[in-house]
């Protein structure tokens, strides 16, 4: 079992609609959980970082997290054609790991006008 | 505020060659991490630094991949020699100690190994 997992989609949706991407992970002592966006040919991007079950908004975006269930999410309202990318979910472990991220392989999310 | 700052950003090496990258962090971030992302997959920790000291480099491989970071700021790594599954793109980032934690990227470094 792959330690952070994601759907690797293609996701689309139309322009305007509410993309739901998520994300699961194995290690239960994870402690904080970061959502990364990565055009084509760029580099990660941080966008959401979220430490405690509950929903977490910023702007259009909003991460939800359940530990219970081992689960994260990411909300993004009102989709544009710009959001279209690849979102990574990414997970840092507590214990000796603090401080290493692990990285699920990305959902490609297109979002079409 | 300027960004995680890296150098080359492209670079192409015959195999058996060296090559080396370097990396400039966030200007008071004490923490420097170099990831490995291979495409189609999310970056893969390969040293972690707190400060100059490595404390994480269980996922560098030793043999040919070496890395440094004098008096705590800069950092550089190394492959030598380069083989053709290093091919690769080479990210640097860096993040305060405390408390969070949040991992800013720079542009990386496309390798091509041929």
């Known amino acids: 079992q792959k330690e952070v997992e994601q759907n690797s989609g293609p996701l689309s949706v139309p322009e305007g609609a509410i993309a739901s991407l998520n994300c699961t992970y194995s290690d239960r002592g994870s402690q904080s959980f970061f959502w990364y966006r990565q055009y084509s040919g760029k580099s990660p991007e941080l966008i959401m970082s979220?430490?405690?079950?509950g929903d977490k908004e910023d702007g259009r975006f909003t991460a939800q997290l359940n530990k219970a269930s081992q689960y994260v999410s990411l909300l993004i309202r009102d989709s544009q054609p710009s959001d279209s990318a690849t979102y990574l979910c990414a997970v840092n472990t507590g214990g000796t790991s603090y401080g290493k991220l692990t990285f699920g392989q990305g959902t490609i999310l297109t979002v079409h006008p | 505020e300027a960004g995680v700052v890296q150098s080359p950003r492209y670079k192409i090496i015959e195999k058996k060659q060296p090559v080396a990258f370097w990396c400039n962090p966030i200007?008071?971030?004490?923490?420097l991490y170099w990831y490995r992302q291979n495409l189609g997959q999310g970056p893969e920790l390969l040293i972690r630094?707190?400060?100059?000291?490595?404390?994480?480099d269980s996922q560098l491989p030793k043999d040919r991949f070496s890395a440094e970071r004098l008096k705590g700021v800069d950092s550089t790594l190394k492959i030598q020699p380069a083989e053709l599954g290093d091919s690769a793109v080479y990210l640097c980032?860096?993040?305060?100690?405390?408390?969070?934690?949040?991992?800013?990227f720079g542009p990386g470094t496309r390798l091509t190994v041929t």
């Open positions: 200007s008071g971030h004490n923490t």
């Open positions: 980032a860096s993040s305060h100690t405390y408390p969070a934690r949040e991992q800013y």
């Open positions: 630094y707190e400060n100059e000291e490595a404390v994480d």
């Open positions: 979220i430490y405690s079950n």
